[in-house]
T-cell receptor
Framework: QQQVKQSPQSLIVQKGGISIINCAYE??????FPWYQQFPGKGPALLIAIRPDVSEKKEGRFTISFNKSAKQFSLHIMDSQPGDSATYFC??????????????FGQGTILTVHP | GAGVSQSPSNKVTEKGKDVELRCDPI?????LYWYRQSLGQGLEFLIYFQGNSAPDKSGLPSDRFSAERTGGSVSTLTIQRTQQEDSAVYLC??????????????FGPGTRLTVT
């Protein structure tokens, strides 16, 4: 059973535009939600993360919006640049559970930013 | 210091052979994780080590897979009698772990395993 659903599978944005990637989760015990960025041939790199006690977190051009009641969270990339072209993964973790440390990932979104 | 390192970066093996994949976590990180990334299954959790506690092996797909962590640092993932469906990128990650309450996991570059 897929516990984190991510959409869209692929996204094409013009330079300077806003990229939005959405994730929905099922397990209400999840309490840590990171986003990872992965370039071809590299491991995933932590981009930004949020805990459910806040509804939004911003770091530079990257913002996470979190809706606890809807069990959804999203990544917004403002002023998207060609260098942002990569695969993005959302993930979730239950920090208080017996499976502490186990990240459950979404299926990934391939972002292409055209110059 | 240095990030998570993994070796080899690429491994091609024949079906039925055993392989060992190595992970060196970030110095001072007590938690270590193995994940598998494949086209069909995305990123899947395999196993988690925290200090000297018994590992969480709940993600290992079969008894052909095993992992150990020696001296609380380096880890080796072993796949016995490899099958073609084992072909994937095997990723290692580490974090500060308990009791730091830091959940940030830092990934290595991965080992691409191809079983022919």
């Amino acid at each position: 059973q897929q516990q984190v659903k991510q959409s869209p599978q692929s996204l094409i944005v013009q330079k300077g535009g806003i990229s939005i990637i959405n994730c929905a989760y099922e397990n209400t015990a999840f309490d840590y939600f990171p986003w990872y960025q992965q370039f071809p041939g590299k491991g995933p790199a932590l981009l930004i993360a949020i805990r459910p006690d806040v509804s939004e977190k911003k770091e530079g051009r990257f913002t996470i919006s979190f809706n606890k009641s809807a069990k959804q969270f999203s990544l917004h990339i403002m002023d998207s640049q060609p260098g942002d072209s990569a695969t993005y993964f959302c993930a979730a973790l239950n920090a208080g559970g017996t499976s502490y440390g186990k990240l459950t990932f979404g299926q990934g979104t391939i972002l292409t930013v055209h110059p | 210091g240095a990030g998570v390192s993994q070796s080899p970066s690429n491994k091609v093996t024949e079906k039925g052979k055993d392989v060992e994949l190595r992970c060196d976590p970030i110095s001072g990180h007590t938690a270590l994780y193995w994940y598998r990334q494949s086209l069909g299954q995305g990123l899947e959790f395999l196993i988690y080590f925290q200090g000297n506690s018994a590992p969480d092996k709940s993600g290992l797909p079969s008894d052909r897979f095993s992992a150990e962590r020696t001296g609380g640092s380096v880890s080796t993932l072993t796949i016995q009698r490899t099958q073609q469906e084992d072909s994937a990128v095997y990723l290692c990650a580490s974090s500060l772990g308990v009791p730091h309450s830091s959940y940030e996991q830092y990934f290595g570059p991965g080992t691409r395993l191809t079983v022919t």
